[in-house]
């Protein structure tokens, strides 16, 4: 087993200093109390582990865990800028478990971990709202180039958000329509 290695993690845009071990453990280092470290609490942001800081300017912000756990213990002689998880669990930030990886393989990887909803159902309808029919004149509409309606109209109309009409628009959903 592997000793717990920490190393300071501090950078000019956040207020704070950290302490980072290889095992993906994380001390805050208080400004007035040189000494007294304090090991964080798990925060967890889409399955990330994140630290919530604050930058110098005064806006909060979040740090992921993996990302300096990488950067302070993980090897990277090719100059990556992917990072994943060997075992696929977002939550486990040990050095071991990470890997900089050039693009391809990063998207390799988020095809088999990532999946959004329209990759695990065929016939996945993100707004059910909306019928077959509906979406063939909502695309007529969106695809006509003298159309002088609104887009926020066109979303009162049909009773959807501005952000389902675009995705339609864009072909992101819908696609078979």
């Known amino acids: 087993m592997a000793q717990e290695i920490w190393k300071e993690y501090a950078d ?26 304090i090991l964080l609490s798990g925060y967890k942001n889409a399955g990330y582990n994140a ?8 806006k909060n912000t979040l740090i992921y865990v993996h990302k300096i756990v990488a950067n302070l213990f ?22 071991r478990n990470l890997e900089w990886v050039d693009k391809v393989k990063y998207n390799e990887y988020r095809k088999q971990f990532q999946k959004s909803a329209y990759d695990y159902y065929e016939n996945f ?5 909306l019928t077959t029919a509906k979406v063939k004149v909502l ?13 926020k109209i066109i979303s009162k ?9 675009y ?9 078979d329509v």
Do not use: H
């Open 12 to 37: 000019e845009k956040y207020r704070s200093t950290f302490l980072v071990s290889n095992y993906g453990r994380v001390k805050s280092r208080p400004r007035n109390k040189p000494g007294e470290e």
């Open 51 to 58: 630290i919530p800081t604050r930058k110098i300017d005064g």
């Open 74 to 95: 993980v090897e990277n002689p090719k100059e990556e800028k992917w990072i994943i998880f060997k075992d696929g669990d977002r939550g486990n930030c040990k050095a």
């Open 125 to 129: 309808r993100p707004n059910p709202k």
């Open 139 to 151: 695309k007529k509409i969106l695809g006509d180039p003298n159309r002088k309606t609104r887009m």
């Open 157 to 165: 109309q049909f009773g959807v958000s501005l952000s389902a009409l």
């Open 167 to 175: 995705s339609i628009k864009r072909g992101d959903s819908w696609k």
